[in-house]
């Protein structure tokens, strides 16, 4: 049985402009990002390792995170997927059962990635995440983080055919879509778009093309990646550096959101 929410998510990458995804990393940025008119919440492994006092990199305790889930959950209406990095082990049946969980908070999507590890080896997850779904009645949307790209795992002008190739065995494994993070340049979007059944997902990116041509060249989805945070990571330090170097109040003031139109989020 399909859940409203999990068709929903499928029906946003089908749109005549890609899905865009302003990632989250905890309830309040969910809840903000929500009200400003996105569609649809993901999460970024790195925004949720960095808010929970962690390093980036498959670090995450997925008691902590499950539980970040389910406080995202309750806060938002729209369809909620979740970045589970590898999946926190190597073992198809563990990743299955992490799957499960974060599907019992609400969760109708998952990103899960190959990073610099062996194809194969994401394919037996794929496989299994997709058997835990079934049983669970979500038709979840698997999106296939591959970093082929990112990582620079073969020379330039391998990286679209290898992605290619990899994507069709995660087709076959089960998966929904395909996540190139690092591609940005068109021909090579519109190379790998046209050649697999896999619907494409870019991040923002050095590069990338405008939104309005990314449609156009076949990507079906666009993720903000950690850019969020760190962009923010950013402007924090600059005022906190401000106010404890140099006594600086008044960008505090000026900057910021109006405490009752916060509170009234919640």
């Known amino acids: 049985m399909k859940t409203p929410s999990a068709t929903l998510f499928r029906e946003l990458h089908l749109q005549q402009t890609p899905l865009k995804l302003p990632n989250a990393w905890d309830a309040g940025s969910a809840r903000l990002i929500e009200s400003?008119?996105?569609?649809?919440?993901?999460?970024?492994?790195?925004?949720?390792?960095?808010?929970?006092?962690?390093?980036?990199?498959?670090?995450?305790?997925?008691?902590?995170?499950?539980?970040?889930?389910?406080?995202?959950?309750?806060?938002?209406?729209?369809?909620?997927?979740?970045?589970?990095?590898?999946?926190?082990?190597?073992?198809?049946?563990?990743?299955?059962?992490?799957?499960?969980?974060?599907?019992?908070?609400?969760?109708?999507?998952?990103?899960?990635?190959?990073?610099?590890?062996?194809?194969?080896?994401?394919?037996?997850?794929?496989?299994?995440?997709?058997?835990?779904?079934?049983?669970?009645?979500?038709?979840?949307?698997?999106?296939?983080?591959?970093?082929?790209?990112?990582?620079?795992?073969?020379p330039a002008g391998e990286k679209a055919a290898e992605v290619i190739t990899r994507a069709q065995a995660y087709r076959d494994a089960g998966a929904d879509g395909i996540f190139v993070i690092g591609l940005a340049e068109a021909e090579e979007i519109r190379a790998i778009a046209g050649s697999t059944d896999l619907l494409l997902n870019v991040a923002v990116w050095p590069g990338l093309p405008p939104v309005s041509e990314l449609?156009?060249?076949?990507?079906?989805?666009?993720?903000a990646g950690s850019w969020l945070p760190q962009t923010l990571w950013a402007?924090?330090?600059?005022?906190?550096?401000?106010?404890l170097q140099h006594d600086e109040m008044t960008p505090m003031l000026e900057k910021s959101a109006p405490y009752s139109e916060i509170n009234a989020m919640f």
């Open 235 to 243: 402007h924090n330090a600059q005022l906190v550096s401000g106010f």
């Open 36 to 154: 400003l008119g996105a569609t649809a919440i993901a999460t970024t492994s790195a925004g949720v390792a960095w808010s929970l006092g962690y390093r980036d990199g498959n670090l995450l305790p997925v008691e902590e995170y499950v539980a970040r889930a389910a406080s995202i959950s309750r806060v938002i209406s729209v369809p909620l997927s979740a970045d589970i990095e590898g999946g926190y082990s190597d073992i198809p049946a563990t990743v299955a059962l992490t799957v499960s969980r974060f599907m019992d908070t609400g969760v109708v999507g998952i990103n899960i990635e190959d990073g610099a590890g062996d194809p194969h080896v994401l394919c037996r997850k794929i496989e299994a995440i997709r058997t835990a779904s079934a049983r669970c009645g979500v038709d979840l949307y698997i999106n296939v983080r591959t970093d082929v790209y990112a990582r620079n795992l073969v």
């Open 215 to 223: 449609a156009g060249i076949g990507v079906r989805r666009l993720s």
